[in-house]
C-alpha cells in the first residue's frame, strides 16, 4: 500500500501527479486544451496578479471563471449538494482518424457522466468539448463527514490504443 507522508493511505492528492510514463507521454493521444491565458485568468481568482515582473489586470471578480472551468484534466469539486457540470475540451493528438469511448468509476455517493460519451476525431489537431457531470446520488450525503472528506473516483476516454485517465475528488456539501 502507498502511504502518505503521515503514514496514511495515500489518496490521489498525493501520489497521482508525479507518476509518469515516457513512452506513453511520446503518444498520448489526446490532451486537454488550456491556454496560458487561461492559467493566468485562473490564477487571477488565487490574487495572483504578477507574471515574470509584468503586472497583469486581472477581470472584474465577478467575470472570473470558477476553478473547474479551467479545461484542466482532473477534477476537484468541494461541496457539492446536487449536480455540477463540468467543460472540458480535448485535442487529438494521435492518430488522424481516432474515436474514443467515455469510461468513469465513480465513488458510490456520486455518479459521473459524460456528454457526449463517444468522441469521434476526424483529423490531428481537431478540438472537441464535452461535459462531464457529477451528480449526488439521493440520499447519500453521510452526516458523519465533514466538507473535508473527499471521495476519489476518475474518468477515461479509451480508444484501442489510448487510455487517458482522469481524476476526480469530490467533497459534500
Not at 57 to 84: A, F, M, R, V
Not at 106 to 125: C, D, K, Q, R, Y
Not at 148 to 154: A, I, L, N, S, T
Amino acid at each position: 500500500m502507498v502511504t502518505d507522508e503521515t503514514g496514511n493511505p495515500a489518496t490521489p492528492f498525493a501520489i497521482d501527479a508525479g507518476h509518469f510514463n515516457p513512452v506513453k507521454a511520446a503518444d498520448p493521444g489526446l490532451v486537454y486544451d488550456a491556454s496560458y491565458m487561461d492559467y493566468v485568468v485562473y490564477t487571477c481568482s488565487f490574487g495572483v496578479t504578477q507574471y515574470f515582473d509584468v503586472a497583469y489586470n486581472c477581470p472584474n471578480s465577478s467575470s472570473l471563471p470558477e476553478p473547474t472551468d479551467l479545461s484542466y484534466p482532473s477534477i476537484q469539486i468541494s461541496g457539492l449538494n446536487g449536480t455540477k457540470n463540468i467543460k472540458r475540451t480535448v485535442a487529438n493528438v494521435g492518430k488522424r482518424s481516432s474515436d474514443y469511448m467515455f469510461s468513469a468509476k465513480s465513488p458510490e455517493e456520486f455518479s459521473i457522466t459524460a456528454t457526449p460519451n463517444f468522441l469521434e476525431f476526424n483529423h490531428v489537431g481537431q478540438k472537441i468539448s464535452f461535459n462531464i457531470t457529477v451528480t449526488v446520488k439521493m440520499g447519500q450525503i453521510p452526516n458523519k463527514y465533514g466538507p473535508d472528506r473527499y471521495y476519489f473516483g476518475w474518468y477515461a476516454w479509451t480508444n484501442q490504443n489510448h487510455v487517458v485517465r482522469s481524476q476526480v475528488a469530490v467533497s459534500f456539501t
